[in-house]
């Protein structure tokens, strides 16, 4: 089992920064491959970047790629998306997800365990 507990999320001007954070417990951290998706009302569940479990490997989402950065640290068993020039459409739910097996990174059924989501809302 694993527990995920996101923060960080909140209100930002078009072009400000935000870092989320996602913390983890119970299965060993450096075991497995985590994610950040988001979700808009209505629609599904967008990929946005995900880490190998060492954090020597990243994958991130054509749509936030030179913007978006995500990172891990496993001493402190948390995983980091750190956000730059935010635009108004970035305004959504992001969630972290955490793969123990395989599956394509991108693909959300590949992730076994979700955190609750935090909101990001970034105002023009």
């Known amino acids: 089992q694993v527990q995920l507990v996101e923060s960080g999320g909140g209100l930002v001007q078009a072009g400000g920064s935000l870092r989320l954070s996602c913390a983890a417990s119970?299965?060993?951290?450096?075991?497995?491959?985590m994610g950040w998706f988001r979700q808009a009302p209505g629609k599904e569940r967008e990929f946005v970047a995900a880490v190998n479990w060492s954090g020597g490997s990243t994958y991130t989402a054509d749509s936030v790629k030179g913007r978006f950065t995500i990172s891990r640290d496993n001493a402190q068993n948390t995983v980091y998306l750190q956000m730059n020039s935010l635009k108004p459409e970035d305004t959504v739910v992001y969630y972290c997800a955490a793969k123990t097996g395989r599956g394509t990174y991108y693909y959300t059924p590949s992730y076994d365990y979700w955190g609750q989501g935090t909101q990001v809302t970034v105002s023009s």
């Open positions: 119970g299965r060993t951290f450096s075991s497995y491959a």
